[in-house]
């Protein structure tokens, strides 16, 4: 006996597409963008320190299962979240507990094996501007070597 055929909910409308039940197009092919900015460090950071990689305008989805953080070795040991400054969201938003002390890394979504799909951005009242700066906040940090660097890429969808 071979293996029964199994479709995702997407796959089976796939299967027999019709003017009514055909693909939403705006979810399914999405353009997604990259920020890529990189951290040089002093030396001198301390655990608790708040790295803003980038701001981004309110509606933006950040995709953290597509989210990566590169470094040369910054310090001996470093962990750290990845979040936003926007109303109702947390420093571990997108990410926590990420090592960051070796020399490639791949963020860890916030609650190990669920990838979360993201979050519509809120607004940072202190900016006062539409926009919300993604973070890292250093958990742990012991022994940070000036010079080093961590090269954060930020994958978001634009907000419409």
């Known amino acids: 006996m071979s ?3 199994l479709y995702t909910d997407g796959g089976l409308v796939q299967t027999a597409p019709t003017l009514q039940n055909r693909n939403d197009t705006g979810s399914e092919g999405e353009n997604l963008c990259i920020a890529s900015n990189t951290y040089t460090f002093t030396g001198t950071e301390v655990a608790g320190a708040v790295i803003g990689i980038i ?3 309110v509606g933006c989805v950040v995709k953290p299962h597509l989210c ?3 470094g040369n070795g910054p310090a001996v040991t470093a962990t750290g979240s990845l979040g936003d400054s926007g109303a109702n969201s947390s420093a571990t938003q997108y990410g926590s507990a990420v090592a960051v002390s070796s020399a ?5 979504p916030t609650g190990g094996a ?3 799909k993201g979050w519509d951005l809120q607004a940072d009242a202190t900016l006062g501007t539409g926009m919300a700066w993604i ?7 012991s022994t940070p070597t000036a010079g080093k660097i961590l090269v ?3 994958v978001f969808k634009q907000s419409v």
């Open 135 to 141: 973070t890292f906040t250093l958990a742990t940090l």
């Open 104 to 108: 490639t890394l791949d963020i860890t």
């Open 114 to 116: 669920a990838l979360p």
């Open 55 to 57: 701001q981004l305008p």
């Open 3 to 5: 293996a029964p055929t």
């Open 68 to 70: 990566r953080i590169k």
């Open 152 to 154: 954060f890429d930020i």
